[in-house]
């Protein structure tokens, strides 16, 4: 079988390892894929030239692991053009590239979630962050591969954050662990992976204040998971059928 992987970090590393007893290659990919594949660092992660890409190669899968190629919409042009794709079209991605859209499915969904405020402007930013007082927690509305959110006790830190992103959720503070937990959906029923904890830095670098140093993990000694087969009807089943934003794998 012939697999083509989109991205260059160890997401894509792991799934081509996953995949390595098949004809796999990987774009752009990073040094270490290329022990594992055969890789195309000239391809960008971006729907033109994945689509340019999967019509040379003719794979019989494509699977895109960043987030800002499928809010592009690289899974709708890739089945547009007959290419079958593991990934969630644009409309379904938009849970991944909108916090402020993230948190209306939860509550739509009724998934508890911390009361938070959009703000699009300087005004409704102070206002926000008069409401909740610190710890002040300012995440970017977009896609920031992870980076995007600021946890102080300085409000003018927090404003600057918040002028910097544009559009931001400020939220209350949640005291606590970090718990990530990704499952695989179709809309309707969602496989649970493993909770794994994932936090990072502001900056590259090990660089700029955030929540924590850099890393990942799993499985987590201190948090509690069935031992069953991992198979759940999962809450927002109701709001995915509305707004189709939990067809995505990842949904969370």
């Known amino acids: 079988m012939r697999i083509l992987v989109i991205g260059s970090g160890g997401r894509e590393h792991a799934l081509v390892r996953a995949f390595s007893g098949d004809d796999v290659h990987a774009a752009p990919g990073n040094p270490g894929i290329a022990t594992l594949a055969e890789t195309y660092p000239e391809a960008g992660p971006v729907p033109e030239q994945i689509i340019a890409l999967a019509r040379k190669l003719s794979p019989d899968l494509v699977v895109i692991g960043p987030e800002a190629p499928l809010v592009a919409g690289a899974a709708d042009a890739l089945r547009e ?16 590239g909108s916090k402020s859209f993230a948190k ?9 979630t911390a009361a938070s ?9 102070d206002q926000a962050l008069a409401a ?6 300012v995440k970017d509305d977009a896609l920031a591969a992870g980076k995007g959110v600021l946890v102080t006790e300085d409000v003018k830190a927090a404003r600057a954050h918040a002028r910097a992103c544009g559009t931001v959720v400020i939220e209350e503070f949640l005291d ?4 990530s937990l990704f499952a695989v959906t179709d809309g309707v029923t969602a496989v649970p992976l493993l909770p794994a ?6 900056g590259d670098g090990d660089q700029g204040p955030n929540t924590g140093g850099m890393g990942a993990y799993a499985p987590l000694p201190w948090a509690r998971w069935p031992r069953s087969s991992g198979r759940l009807s999962t809450p927002c089943a109701a709001a995915a059928r509305r707004t189709r934003a939990c067809s995505t794998p990842g949904c969370r």
Do not use: H, L
Not at 82 to 91: L, S, V
Not at 117 to 125: I, M, N, P, Q
Not at 197 to 202: E, H, W
């Open 81 to 96: 053009a007959g290419i079958r794709c593991f990934g969630p079209d644009a409309a379904a991605a938009r849970v991944e």
């Open 104 to 112: 209306q499915v939860m509550a739509e969904a009724g998934i508890p």
């Open 117 to 125: 405020f959009t703000c699009a402007s300087e005004a409704e930013a």
């Open 132 to 137: 909740f007082g610190p710890p002040y927690v």
């Open 176 to 179: 606590g662990p970090e718990v």
């Open 197 to 202: 904890q994932d936090f990072k830095r502001a």
